[in-house]
């Protein structure tokens, strides 16, 4: 049977605004995110569950140097007794500080399989066996000597470290990753003899900045190797303000293969870049066709990284070759830097280099402090009962006499010898075969050597430059002992300046070179032709619409696009879809608004002079260089009014300009009197009572004008007959000659079979 229920009495329901109930459990829920999860401690450089596990590990006795064991035995004891997790995020964070490629210095020595480079898992927890490594032992050193404060388990059943001693630098050697509730940090490994050696700057110069710390830390120093290829500058300012990012490379050389061939080796990749991934990557863009300067890649590793990269031919530039591979892949990896650290273990805080490395001081000279007086409370406890021992030693017999025959012996002996409590203890509890021991010489040289050390105990207590002095000698050891000439210390990351390529090298090397006809149709439909098509009678389009401009040009090039809104829209030729069906909405290239339209488009050449117009008649000549856009937004260029809209534009060829208005009006003025500008509204080109312009062209004098008729033929007026139509810019010019089409257009469109189209 079940319970019944029985409801609350009114007086006992508490009404709660929904979002205010809301707003208290997710900040409950943030701020346990930040402090027990996702943020490293400034001190220590270790979330809990990281820091849960060494100090587990440390319970268990997996000391460096003593026998492995299994990992399901750590994991146990973790989520037993500190962590109330799963164990496979446990286990996933042990793997994690055991791998010697996502750690610069293990934490975890591992034996078994912990995974490797190309992104394999470890095995499951009960085959592989772990204990600590040496920097391990560092960070947890003194913990017995109430160095930290400890805090009570989740369950409350034991207790556990708040932070650990931290005698090595781990926050900025081995990094951390994490993601918080509206804050994440990310901080990149570093050597840790360089920061010993900027610790022990800041040692002498407190107030140092973080840019002057430079000089000691250069930048990050990854497990991977690689190459960071940023300039000092941006270093320094990442480092000062403690956000920014690193652009780190591949590392590779150049292997001859005999006959003038050669190959590249890449021999280091990236942080935190699977190998596995990497290589798949490459493989699918080779079979894309998108890297036609590499004929073949293969993975050749070891437990070295080997990836050989085999060129297209002989004649391929090496460094070209890299660069389009980092380009479009993860051998070149942007690893971010953001110094989001617990401040004293409870605010969140970005900080500079510098104010990292001042809070690791801070805590190691409160560390040496709290053992120092921890070691005083122990030598004033020893010298007490060494006093008692003196005692007993000077009386034996009568201590004897007294044990032997007093029912509560302490109280006596206390009252006797004028011994204290401690004192009377340690004698009471001492065993007989210690009395063998008891010689006074021995009892004063330890009493003696004891007080020696209480004294040089008690002036470091109460010298700050003594505590320094010492922190300073502390971290020379660390220094020595992951220095520059051992094979964990080595540095690994280099820094070089990107080679400076040129970017439409770069661009055309990861194109294959090859023409094409591109076939652009009324409604605004785009497709490439492979090949230089002449004869479009073949080309079919969609119901109702009809070819309006092609072109021939090839996959390197760039197309301009010009709009009716007087935006010049700049398309990379290569990604123009082929032409097996209609091809697809030139919109989906661009960001063209829905009531505009494309007025004209064609391959960029450069060096050219356009002269662009409206249909109200203005215009002036522009730059083609000028018209290039970086965006889909395009580059503004003719500045309109609405309703009007750019209608026509003219490769500048000649000392003379034609214009043409709806009302059939021609005039043929200089050039000369059109400015040029980089945008703008322009200058009136011809005046009109009604409608407005239609086309615009220009002519060299010798040559005279030329135009298309609707049957595909092709007239030429010399510029004697032409006088009637001279003028000057702004006039409302003549009837066009008899002959002229009646598209108003002095290039006319050609359609399918060949022929001119009237429009």
């Known amino acids: 049977?079940?319970?019944?229920?029985?409801?609350?009495?009114?007086?006992?329901?508490?009404?709660?605004p929904l979002r205010e109930a809301l707003e208290e459990r997710y900040l409950a829920y943030a701020l346990s995110t930040i402090m027990n999860r996702a943020l490293p401690d400034a001190r220590d450089g270790l979330k809990p569950v990281h820091r849960r596990l060494l100090f587990a590990m440390r319970l268990l006795r997996l000391d460096p140097g003593a026998a492995f064991k299994k990992s399901a035995r750590v994991v146990g004891d973790v989520i037993g007794k500190f962590h109330p997790h799963g164990d496979q995020a446990v286990y996933d964070a042990l793997v994690r500080l055991a791998q010697d490629f996502a750690q610069r210095y293990p934490l975890v020595d591992g034996q078994g399989n912990f995974g490797n480079v190309d992104g394999d898992n470890a095995a499951a927890m009960?085959?592989?066996?772990?204990?600590?490594?040496?920097?391990?032992?560092?960070?947890?050193?003194?913990?017995?000597?109430?160095?930290?404060?400890?805090?009570?388990?989740?369950?409350?059943?034991?207790?556990?470290?708040?932070?650990?001693?931290?005698?090595?630098?781990?926050?900025?050697?081995?990094?951390?990753?994490?993601?918080?509730?509206?804050?994440?940090?990310?901080i990149p490994p570093h050597n840790a003899a360089e920061l010993c050696n900027a610790a022990l700057f800041l040692i002498d110069n407190p107030n140092a900045r973080s840019r002057t710390l430079l000089k000691y830390v250069p930048g990050p120093d990854f497990p991977t190797g690689g190459v960071i290829v940023d300039p000092p500058s941006v270093i320094a300012e990442a480092y000062t303000s403690g956000r920014g990012s690193f652009r780190v490379r591949a590392r590779w050389k150049v292997e001859e293969t005999g006959r003038g061939t050669y190959v590249v080796v890449v021999t280091e990749i990236p942080w935190l870049v699977q190998k596995s991934r990497l290589v798949e990557k490459l493989a699918e863009l080779l079979n894309e066709k998108k890297l036609p300067l590499v004929a073949d890649v293969r993975d050749e590793s070891a437990e070295d990284v080997r990836l050989v990269i085999e060129p297209r031919s002989r004649t391929v530039d090496a460094g070209l070759l890299m660069e389009s591979l980092f380009k479009l892949t993860e051998l070149e990896s942007r690893i971010p830097l953001n110094m989001n650290v617990?401040?004293?273990?409870?605010?969140?805080?970005v900080l500079g280099l510098a104010e990292v490395l001042r809070e690791w001081l801070d805590?190691?000279?409160?560390?040496?402090?709290?053992?120092?007086?921890?070691r005083v409370a122990q030598i004033e406890h020893r010298l007490e009962v060494l006093g008692g021992y003196l005692v007993a030693y000077l009386n034996l017999d009568k201590v004897i006499k007294i044990i032997r025959k007093e029912d509560e012996p302490k109280p006596v002996l206390m009252k006797t010898f004028r011994l204290t409590d401690v004192q009377a203890d340690a004698v009471l509890n001492m065993r007989l075969r210690n009395l063998r021991k008891l010689e006074e010489m021995e009892i004063r040289a330890e009493d003696k050597a004891l007080r020696d050390e209480l004294k040089s105990l008690k002036a470091l207590i109460g010298s700050t430059?003594?505590?320094?002095?010492?922190?300073?000698?502390?971290?020379?050891?660390?220094?020595?002992?992951?220095?520059?000439?051992?094979?964990?210390?080595?540095?690994?990351?280099?820094?070089?300046?990107?080679?400076?390529?040129?970017?439409?090298?770069?661009?055309?090397?990861?194109?294959?070179r090859e023409p094409i006809t591109v076939v652009v149709s009324e409604k605004g439909w785009i497709r490439a032709l492979r090949g230089h098509v002449s004869d479009l009678s073949g080309v079919t389009f969609k119901t109702d619409d009809a070819l309006k401009f092609s072109f021939h040009t090839e996959t390197t090039a760039k197309i301009l696009a010009f709009g009716s809104n007087g935006r010049f829209y700049t398309i990379d030729a290569a990604k123009l879809p082929g032409g097996r069906g209609h091809g697809e909405p030139i919109r989906l290239f661009i960001d063209l608004e829905q009531e505009a339209d494309v007025a004209s488009v064609f391959a960029y050449q450069g060096g050219r002079k356009f002269l662009v117009a409206g249909y109200r008649g203005n215009g002036f000549i522009v730059a083609e260089d000028e018209c290039l856009g970086t965006t889909r937004k395009g580059k503004q260029v003719l500045n309109l009014k609405a309703p009007d809209r750019a209608c026509a534009m003219a490769v500048v060829e000649g000392e003379l300009a034609a214009t043409i208005g709806e009302n059939r009006k021609m005039v043929i003025f200089s050039i000369d009197q059109v400015p040029e500008m980089a945008r703008g509204r322009g200058v009136r080109l011809q005046r009109y009572k009604d409608g407005g312009l239609s086309d615009v062209t220009t002519l060299k004098a010798e040559e005279g004008l030329t135009w298309v008729d609707a049957a595909g033929r092709s007239f030429t007026l010399p510029l004697?007959?032409?006088?009637?139509?001279?003028?000057?810019?702004?006039?409302?010019?003549?009837?066009?000659?008899?002959?002229?089409?009646?598209?108003?257009?002095?290039?006319?469109?050609?359609?399918?079979?060949?022929?001119?189209?009237?429009?």
């Open 363 to 374: 805590h190691r000279r409160e560390v040496l402090l709290r053992r120092s007086k921890y």
């Open 720 to 759: 004697k007959e032409l006088k009637d139509w001279r003028g000057n810019r702004a006039d409302a010019g003549r009837l066009a000659p008899k002959g002229f089409p009646k598209s108003n257009k002095f290039k006319a469109v050609v359609a399918a079979n060949g022929k001119a189209a009237e429009e």
């Open 465 to 512: 430059k003594q505590q320094w002095k010492t922190i300073d000698a502390q971290i020379k050891e660390v220094r020595d002992k992951f220095g520059p000439k051992t094979q964990l210390g080595k540095r690994r990351t280099t820094f070089a300046e990107a080679p400076e390529h040129d970017e439409a090298a770069i661009e055309e090397a990861m194109v294959v």
């Open 1 to 16: 049977m079940g319970k019944t229920l029985i409801p609350p009495e009114k007086s006992a329901v508490e009404e709660v």
């Open 126 to 186: 009960r085959y592989t066996e772990a204990r600590l490594t040496e920097v391990a032992r560092l960070l947890i050193d003194g913990i017995d000597e109430d160095a930290v404060d400890f805090h009570p388990t989740y369950d409350g059943g034991e207790e556990e470290p708040i932070v650990l001693p931290a005698a090595f630098p781990n926050l900025l050697a081995n990094g951390s990753q994490g993601i918080a509730v509206g804050m994440a940090t990310s």
């Open 342 to 349: 617990l401040v004293k273990g409870r605010i969140p805080k």
